[in-house]
Nanobody
C-alpha cells in the first residue's frame, strides 16, 4: 500500500488548511499512518500519527491546532490544520508506520504548505 499526500497551498497566518493522504489500497492493512513535515534546511519530523484503533499522537508544537483523523471507507487520512503559523511552512508527507513506529521506506511526493505572515 502506498500513500500520497495532497491538499497543500498558500495560506495566511491564522488560517486553516486540510491535507489528505490517500492510500492505494486498504488503509486498515497499515498499523498506523503518520503525517511528517520537512522545512527548508531541517530534518523531516513526525507531526502527528493515528493508529488503526484511532489512537492519536501530536508533537507539542501542533497540539490544539492540528487534528488527525481517518476515513477507513475512503482509505484516507486527514490532517486538519488551524491557526497556522509561519513555522508550519514545510513540505508535508504522509507515510505508513510499522508496529515499531518506523516509517515505510518509500515516501510519496509530499505537498507544500506555505504560511505567509
Amino acid at each position: 500500500v502506498q500513500l500520497q499526500a495532497y491538499g497543500g497551498g498558500l495560506v495566511q497566518a491564522g488560517g486553516s488548511l486540510r491535507l489528505s493522504c490517500a492510500a492505494s489500497g486498504r488503509i486498515l492493512s497499515i498499523n498506523a499512518v503518520g503525517w511528517y513535515r520537512q522545512a527548508p534546511g531541517k530534518q523531516r519530523e513526525l507531526v502527528a500519527r493515528i493508529s488503526n484503533g484511532g489512537s492519536t499522537y501530536y508533537i507539542n508544537s501542533v497540539k490544539g491546532r492540528f487534528t488527525i483523523s481517518r476515513d477507513n471507507a475512503k482509505n484516507t487520512v486527514y490532517l486538519q490544520m488551524y491557526s497556522l503559523k509561519s513555522e508550519d511552512t514545510a513540505v508535508y508527507y504522509c507515510n505508513g508506520l510499522t508496529p515499531w513506529g518506523i516509517p515505510f521506506d518509500s515516501w510519496g511526493q509530499g505537498t507544500q504548505v506555505t504560511v505567509s505572515s
